[in-house]
């Protein structure tokens, strides 16, 4: 396949992953959730709420029980991220529930049927009209130069406004201006700028290999040498999505 066909069935794997609510990672060999640190290895058998099970039922059982399902967890993302009115989560829950025309009227405060079934309509519009444009951007995304090639961040972020607006060659200067892994610290200043931040956190949160868990002691032996506040340095790798932390504290994880 040529790499526009690849980029669309990226983008398309990954319309699928959100469905789910988790995506394969380390080859296939584990179920990462998107809404935590929680993942299940599928050459293990895992515990259920009753008895024991693969991967993917675990994985799915998490999503329904920790995160109130794939739907509750991506409404959670809120207007800001799914462009939806309170009104259109409400239609989305009432349709996901399998609810009827009538009783989608009833809970949108006695709105005629012939309303609900417009609001319908403009849905599967906008789903259409999303399709479309998924696709476009991943034949722009596969054509792109570094030099307007954006870089890419956790769908969950933060921070969704021009401070993630930055291709991969401003990236690169904004690196050379900031880090030297050859020095100890390597990073000769932090700076203030969201924009120039989130990129050092990037490059920074590449010494860790993903797929692999890292106790507390072994994360700040990684960030010793880049910071000597090491310790803000893992706050805001862990506050931008950067690295995902158990509650505990026992085990880091890349993103």
Same mark, same amino acid.
């Given at each position: 396949?040529?790499?526009?066909?690849?980029?669309?069935?990226?983008?398309?794997?990954?319309?699928?992953?959100?469905?789910?609510?988790y995506?394969?990672?380390?080859?296939?060999?584990?179920?990462?959730?998107l809404?935590?640190?929680?993942?299940?290895?599928?050459?293990?058998?895992?515990?259920?709420?009753?008895?024991?099970?693969?991967?993917?039922?675990?994985?799915?059982?998490?999503?329904?029980s920790?995160?109130?399902?794939?739907?509750? %967890?991506? !409404?959670?993302? &809120?207007k +800001? *991220?799914?462009?939806?009115? @309170?009104?259109?989560?409400?239609? #989305?829950?009432?349709?996901?529930?399998?609810?009827?025309?009538?009783?989608?009227?009833?809970?949108?405060?006695?709105?005629?049927?012939?309303?609900?079934?417009?609001?319908?309509?403009?849905?599967?519009?906008r789903?259409?009209?999303?399709?479309?444009?998924?696709?476009?951007?991943?034949?722009?995304?596969?054509?792109?130069?570094?030099?307007?090639?954006?870089?890419?961040?956790? %769908?969950? !972020?933060?921070? &969704?406004? +021009? *401070?993630?607006?930055?291709? @991969?060659?401003?990236?690169?200067? #904004?690196?050379?201006?900031?880090?030297?892994?050859?020095?100890?610290?390597?990073?000769?200043?932090?700076?203030?700028?969201?924009?120039?931040?989130?990129?050092?956190?990037?490059?920074?949160?590449?010494?860790?290999?993903?797929?692999?868990?890292?106790?507390?002691?072994?994360?700040?032996?990684?960030?010793?040498?880049?910071?000597?506040?090491?310790?803000?340095?893992?706050?805001?790798?862990?506050?931008?999505?950067?690295? +995902? *932390?158990?509650?505990?504290?026992?085990?880091?994880?890349?993103?």
């Amino acid at each position: 396949m040529d790499s526009n066909t690849d980029a669309i069935e990226s983008s398309l794997a990954e319309i699928g992953d959100l469905a789910r609510g988790y995506r394969r990672e380390g080859g296939g060999r584990v179920l990462r959730c998107l809404h935590c640190a929680a993942a299940f290895d599928i050459e293990l058998i895992h515990p259920l709420a009753v008895g024991m099970g693969t991967a993917e039922r675990a994985a799915r059982e998490h999503i329904a029980s920790v995160h109130g399902g794939a739907l509750e %967890a991506l !409404l959670a993302f &809120g207007k +800001e *991220r799914t462009g939806l009115s @309170e009104i259109q989560e409400t239609l #989305i829950r009432s349709f996901h529930a399998g609810a009827s025309d009538r009783e989608v009227a009833a809970a949108l405060g006695g709105k005629s049927e012939s309303t609900v079934r417009n609001h319908r309509f403009q849905l599967r519009r906008r789903e259409g009209e999303a399709r479309i444009l998924v696709a476009l951007m991943a034949l722009v995304a596969a054509s792109e130069t570094p030099e307007r090639r954006p870089v890419s961040y956790a %769908a969950d !972020l933060p921070a &969704g406004d +021009e *401070r993630i607006d930055v291709t @991969e060659t401003e990236a690169a200067s #904004i690196e050379g201006r900031y880090l030297d892994w050859s020095l100890r610290p390597a990073l000769l200043s932090f700076p203030k700028k969201q924009k120039e931040k989130l990129v050092l956190l990037r490059a920074i949160a590449g010494r860790f290999e993903r797929d692999k868990a890292y106790t507390e002691p072994e994360t700040n032996a990684i960030l010793m040498p880049v910071f000597d506040d090491y310790v803000t340095i893992r706050r805001y790798l862990i506050e931008y999505r950067f690295l +995902e *932390r158990e509650p505990d504290g026992s085990e880091y994880r890349r993103r």
